[in-house]
C-alpha cells in the first residue's frame, strides 16, 4: 500500500504529465503572438492606417494568408474578388494580406485594376510584409511537399506575430497552417479555398502502379524499394495533410475534381462546397464568332504539367493523317518574329490579318524562369525534328494584348494538362469564340467542357448534327429575348486523352459546319459568361462566409 508521501509524489507526476501539453501550448501562444502589449500595438497601428465603416457594426480584421498577392495569376484574381466582395458587403471588416511580395498596398492596388479590372479601397486593406517567404519559396531537393506544408506553418507563425485577426482565410491551400493556427487561438474561424490538393489519390496512385511523372522520377519508378519508400512517404503525408485540413471551419474549392479529393481528405463533405473562380471575360465575349483564321492556339505556363509536347505530337499526328493541311513547301517560311509582327501591324490598322490558308499551331506561355524558357526551346526543336516547325510558333511572355490579338483571331484552343484542377485559360478561350478542346480529365472533364464532344467507337468524333444545331441556334436566341428561358444542354467544347484523340477533333473543328460551329461557339460562350463569372463567384462566396461573420457576432455577443 502506498504511503501518503508516495501517493502525494505519484499525483504530481500525473498532473504535471497532464499540464505538459496546456504548459507546451500556452508557451507556443506566448512566443508566436508575443506579450498582450505588442499585439495591442500592432492592432493599434492596423487601426491608424485603416478606416473601416464603423456605423452600424463594430470592425472585424480578416487575415487573407497569401503571400504571392502581386503575382497576377488565376489564384490571386480569386483573393482579390473576394476581398472586394468582401468590401461591398462588409464594409466594417478590414482584409489584412500577408504577403512576402516587399510591395506596399498602393501598388498592389494599382497592379490589381491594371490586371484584373478591380476597384480595391485602399481604406479597408492592409498588408503585412513575412520577411519568412523563402520557408516555402525554397526548392528542397527531398521531401519537398513535407518541408514547403512545414514551412507554411513556420510562416503563419510570423503571420500571427505581426498581427493576429478575427478570421483567418487561406487562399492557396496550405492547410498545414490550419492546426497552427487553431493552436495560437480557437476562437478564431478557418476559411480555406483550395485550388489543388498538396496530394491526391492519383499521386498515390501513380507512384503505386510506378508510373513515372511529373511527380514520380523514373529512377523511382524503375525501383521496387524506392517505390515503396516513396509510397510509404505520400501515406504518411496525406494522414498529415488530412489531419491538418480537418481543422477548417469552412472549406471551398475551385472545381469538382478538387471537391472530390478534399472531401475524400479532410472527411468534411457538409461544410464544403465548389466555387468557381471568377472569370473576367466581358472583353473577350465582344470578338465575333466568325471569320477565323485556321490557328491552334494554346495558353498556359511552361510548367512541365501542362504537358505542351502532347500539342506538338498531337499536330504532328494530324498532319500526317490529313496532309491537305501540310504547308506547300515551295511557300515562303514566315518566322515566329515575322508574325508577331504581322499581328502587331495589322492590328495597330483594325484589319483583317492575312495569315496564311494553312493551319498553324501557336503555343502561348508564360516563363517564371530559365528552366521554363528551356521548356518552350524544347518544342521548337521538337517540331523541328517532327519536321513541323514551318507551322509551329512558340511565344514566350506574350503582352496581354497579342494574347488577345490572338484569341480574337484563332479558331481553335487547346489545353493538354491532365488533371487540371479548373482552367482559367480553357473559359477564356471559350468566351473568345474558339472551338476549345482540352484533356478528358479532372476540372475540364467535370466542370468546363461539359456537355462535350469525345471520339466514337470507331475513333471519330461524335459531333452533332446540323439539325440539331440549328434548334439549339433558335432556342439561344430565343432566351436572349426572353431571359427567363431556359439553355437547352449543348456541346460547348471537345475533349481528348491521346495524341490521336487531339488531332481527331482538331480536324474535326477545322472541318465543321457553319451551323453546328456557331451552335458550340454560342454555347460555350454562353457557359462562360454565366456559370463562371464574377457576380457566381461572389453568391457563392457569400452562401460560405455570411455563416463565419454571424458566427462571430454570436461570440462577441456571448463575451460582452
Request: aromatic residues 10%; glycine residues 4%.
Amino acid at each position: 500500500m502506498l504511503s501518503l508521501e508516495s501517493l502525494i509524489y505519484y499525483s504530481l507526476i500525473v498532473g504535471l504529465i497532464l499540464a505538459t501539453p496546456i504548459i507546451l501550448t500556452l508557451g507556443f501562444q506566448v512566443v508566436t503572438l508575443g506579450t498582450l502589449s505588442h499585439q495591442n500595438q500592432c492592432r493599434a497601428q492596423v487601426e491608424e492606417a485603416t478606416t473601416p465603416d464603423t456605423s452600424t457594426h463594430a470592425p472585424y480584421y480578416a487575415g487573407f494568408f497569401h503571400p504571392y498577392p502581386n503575382a497576377g495569376g488565376g489564384g490571386e484574381r480569386v483573393l482579390w474578388t473576394m476581398i472586394k466582395a468582401i468590401q461591398d458587403k462588409y464594409p466594417f471588416i478590414v482584409c489584412i494580406i500577408y504577403s512576402g511580395d516587399g510591395v506596399t498596398r498602393e501598388i498592389l492596388v494599382r497592379n490589381v485594376e491594371r490586371k484584373f479590372g478591380l476597384q480595391i479601397n485602399l481604406e479597408t486593406i492592409y498588408v503585412i510584409e513575412l520577411s519568412w517567404r523563402w520557408w516555402i519559396d525554397y526548392k528542397f531537393s527531398r521531401f519537398t511537399l513535407l518541408m514547403q506544408s512545414l514551412g507554411s506553418a513556420i510562416l503563419v507563425c510570423q503571420s500571427f506575430h505581426r498581427f493576429c485577426p478575427d478570421i483567418f482565410i487561406d487562399t492557396v491551400g496550405f492547410a498545414f497552417t490550419y492546426p497552427t493556427v487553431a493552436l495560437l487561438s480557437s476562437k478564431i474561424p478557418i476559411v480555406s479555398y483550395t485550388h489543388y490538393p498538396t496530394i491526391s489519390s492519383d499521386m498515390q496512385t501513380m507512384v503505386s502502379s510506378r508510373e513515372s511523372g511529373i511527380n514520380n522520377d523514373s529512377r523511382i519508378a524503375e525501383s521496387d524499394a524506392l517505390t515503396y519508400l516513396k509510397s510509404l512517404y505520400y501515406s504518411v503525408f496525406a494522414k498529415m495533410y488530412a489531419f491538418s485540413g480537418s481543422f477548417a471551419s469552412t472549406i471551398m474549392t475551385n472545381s469538382s475534381w478538387t471537391h472530390a479529393h478534399i472531401v475524400q481528405l479532410f472527411g468534411k463533405p457538409r461544410m464544403t462546397k465548389v466555387v468557381y473562380p471568377p472569370c473576367d471575360t466581358n472583353a473577350l465575349t465582344k470578338f465575333p464568332l466568325s471569320g477565323r483564321s485556321p490557328v491552334i492556339m494554346s495558353l498556359a505556363q511552361f510548367r512541365p504539367e501542362k504537358n505542351h509536347h502532347l500539342q506538338v505530337a498531337a499536330f504532328a499526328k494530324f498532319l500526317d493523317d490529313y496532309p491537305e493541311h501540310v504547308a506547300p513547301a515551295d511557300e515562303k517560311r514566315i518566322s515566329t518574329a515575322d508574325l508577331i509582327k504581322l499581328l502587331d501591324s495589322e492590328q495597330s490598322a483594325d484589319a483583317a490579318i492575312q495569315l496564311p490558308n494553312y493551319p498553324l499551331l501557336v503555343v502561348l506561355g508564360g516563363a517564371r524562369n530559365i528552366e521554363d524558357e528551356a521548356r518552350a526551346e524544347s518544342l521548337r526543336q521538337e517540331a523541328k525534328t517532327l519536321g513541323i516547325d514551318r507551322q509551329v510558333h512558340v511565344i514566350v511572355n506574350a503582352p496581354w494584348s497579342q494574347v488577345l490579338a490572338w484569341l480574337k483571331l484563332s479558331k481553335i484552343g487547346i489545353h493538354t494538362m491532365r488533371d487540371e484542377h479548373f482552367g482559367i485559360n480553357i473559359v477564356e478561350m471559350m468566351a473568345a469564340g474558339l472551338l476549345t478542346i482540352a484533356h478528358d480529365s479532372a476540372g475540364p472533364k467535370l466542370d468546363i467542357i461539359t456537355p462535350a464532344v469525345r471520339c466514337n467507337s470507331d475513333g471519330h468524333p461524335d459531333m452533332p448534327d446540323v439539325k440539331r444545331s440549328q434548334q439549339f441556334l433558335k432556342a439561344i436566341n430565343a432566351v436572349a429575348a426572353d431571359t427567363s428561358a431556359k439553355v437547352p444542354e449543348f456541346p460547348v467544347g471537345m475533349l481528348a486523352a491521346d495524341a490521336n484523340g487531339f488531332a481527331q477533333m482538331i480536324a474535326a473543328a477545322l472541318d465543321t459546319e457553319d451551323p453546328v460551329e456557331q451552335a458550340m461557339l454560342r454555347a460555350a460562350r454562353h457557359v462562360a459568361t454565366t456559370r463562371f463569372s464574377e457576380a457566381a463567384f461572389c453568391a457563392d462566396f457569400y452562401k460560405k462566409f455570411s455563416p463565419v461573420v454571424r458566427w462571430l457576432d454570436i461570440q462577441r455577443s456571448d463575451d460582452e
